[in-house]
């Protein structure tokens, strides 16, 4: 990525650590820290009732969250302090706002209706969007349909995405988690590793004639991704042993049209967007094809729908009602105030078994920064570690350590009050479990409960459950493409909102680089003929020497 030598302009905020909300949260910590949830619950009848919000389809009940209406009002306050407000209007509007990229910031404008007006340099952006929506519906219904064809003539019946990272996790995610949506008569995979056992087993048992790829990145010059690209090429060619059925097996999903005609993809089947669409925040864009040729336009906009219903919602509802920054500024009170240093999302819904995955780089490569917009070293925590499993599995492994280890671990139990599979009494039970763990881990079990069921003195430690450990509950209706495109946007916001508070820029992924610069320099010395590894430390020269020694 070039920079040039101009820093951009901004206005600097005061140090987060000044703000005055940030200092009487320090004070208000204290008398918080040993504070239990029994106490908060049983001084407060209705606390379950009133720290509930509903909006937009979602049930978002934060009472079982160590925090007093004072522990609110001075998080809201400090969202106010940190301009949130303002911060958020200048999203919204076109404001390049990732300030290291000089970028806008516009996902939200991938979601806009038909009629919206959102304008960057001087230019209103939702006509183009809807074009490349229009365009990617005809082709999704035309490979649905069977319209469009292989170059031996037979229907495309498997697709392939080919991406890694933002061009893989949030089409990987929406795929399954609107799997219901999907056509069932057809196959989607998704590579994303340069590890080759990915595509090997992506493709092992497909027909090339019936296949069609997805090479989706932004770029078109991201290492995996193209390595992945050029295999498939090969693959591809090995049976339809012909240059032009490329034309009918690859389309390209990119913003770099250059590097798409290079690789012989015909830039008509090129589906494109725009540099103020990042790459973690670009499911809903062209990036979502293979979604939408899986689950169909219809659906994939109804989806689009859910995104842009949450964004009005952040945009407009008042921070003490708004969903996105409440969720935000818990994550703030846990990881600075309490030191915690994970957050685990828990759905009890296995389509979103890829939801945890997909949030880890929402949310770490959005907030995992260590200076401000203006440089300098923060003197606070960042952004979380974010991870997860579907319920109920977690609960038989690593619930263990929430429930009684010795860290703090916020939970978001995600659960649904309809199943699309309706199947006896599978979703009660589920659904019990959800209750049940929020229930537990707040409350826990005292050493006089355990005792008065009659557990021997010697091991009545070991089963008392502390309690006081906290979690919100997100409740829905029904996993419908709505509802996915709701929750996807309620992270994104939320994670706005933390990175706001934290004066960082969520919006760029430098700690990417690194490494990816030095694999370069190493590719060159693996093989026999490169020079010798000798410009490393003597670990990784050790390593590289073992290596070349037995790759064969
Ligand atoms: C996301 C990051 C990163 C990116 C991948 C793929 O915000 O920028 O995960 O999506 O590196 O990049 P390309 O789409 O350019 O191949």
Request: proline residues 4%.
């Amino acid at each position: 990525m070039s920079a040039s030598a101009t820093a951009p302009q901004m206005s600097v905020n005061e140090p987060l650590t000044q703000l005055p909300a940030w200092k009487a949260l320090e004070a208000h910590y204290e008398s918080m820290r040993n504070r239990h949830l029994r106490e908060l619950f049983r001084t407060d009848p209705e606390r379950g009732r009133r720290l509930t919000l509903e909006a937009e389809g979602i049930c978002f009940d934060y009472s079982k969250h160590r925090v007093t209406d004072e522990t609110l009002r001075l998080l809201l306050e400090l969202a106010e302090q940190s301009g949130l407000r303002a911060r958020l209007d200048a999203m919204f509007s076109g404001d390049r706002i990732n300030i290291t990229e000089k970028r806008a910031v516009l996902h939200t404008a991938l979601r806009a209706p038909r009629n919206a007006t959102i304008v960057v340099d001087g230019k209103n952006v939702v006509p183009e969007v809807h074009e490349v929506l229009d365009r990617m519906a005809g082709f999704s219904e035309r490979v649905r349909s069977g319209a469009w064809k292989g170059f031996t003539g037979k229907r495309i019946r498997n697709v392939i995405n080919v991406g890694i990272g933002g061009s893989d996790l949030g089409p990987v995610m929406a795929y399954e988690a609107l799997r219901h949506y999907s056509r069932r008569d057809m196959t989607f995979r998704f590579v994303s590793n340069v590890d080759g056992t990915d595509f090997a087993e992506a493709t092992q048992d497909l027909d090339a004639e019936e296949t069609l790829f997805v090479i989706s990145s932004k770029t078109f010059t991201t290492l995996e991704t193209m390595t992945n690209a050029q295999t498939a090429r090969e693959w591809a060619l090995k049976t339809l042993k012909d240059e032009k059925a490329i034309a009918k097996h690859f389309v390209a999903v990119s913003t770099n049209a250059t590097e798409v005609e290079k690789f012989g993809i015909d830039t008509a089947n090129m589906f494109g967007f725009w540099d103020w669409v990042g790459g973690r925040y670009s499911m809903d864009s062209a990036i979502g094809l293979s979604t939408m040729i899986a689950v169909g336009p219809e659906n994939f906009r109804r989806m689009l729908a859910g995104f842009h219903a949450m964004d009005q919602h952040f945009r407009t509802a008042p921070f003490e009602k708004n969903l996105p920054v409440l969720m935000g500024l818990l994550t703030v009170w846990y990881a600075d105030f309490f030191g915690a240093e994970t957050v685990a999302v828990l759905p009890y819904e296995q389509y979103l078994k890829r939801f945890p995955a997909y949030l880890q780089q929402l949310t770490m490569e959005s907030n995992g920064k260590h200076v401000t917009l203006g440089g300098e070293r923060v003197n606070y925590q960042t952004g979380p570690i974010f991870w997860g499993e579907p319920g109920t599995n977690g609960q038989h492994s690593f619930y263990q350590l929430i429930h009684q280890g010795t860290r703090l671990i916020p939970c978001d139990f995600i659960g649904f009050a309809k199943t699309l599979n309706p199947l006896g009494n599978h979703h009660d039970l589920l659904l019990a479990n959800v209750f049940a763990q929020g229930e537990a881990l707040a409350f826990g079990r005292t050493a006089e409960d355990v005792r008065a069921e009659g557990t021997p003195d010697w091991l009545v430690p070991h089963r008392v459950f502390e309690g006081n450990r906290p979690s919100s509950t997100l409740l829905l209706a029904e996993l419908t493409p709505e509802a996915l495109g709701k929750l996807v946007a309620l992270y994104e916001h939320s994670v706005f909102t933390q990175g706001v508070i934290w004066q960082i820029d969520s919006f760029d992924q430098w700690g990417v680089e690194l490494g990816k610069v030095l694999a370069k320099k190493i590719i060159g010395e693996l093989g026999a003929s490169g020079p010798a590894a000798g410009s490393h430390d003597s670990s990784t020269t050790a390593l590289i020497e073992w290596y070349r020694k037995r790759r064969g």
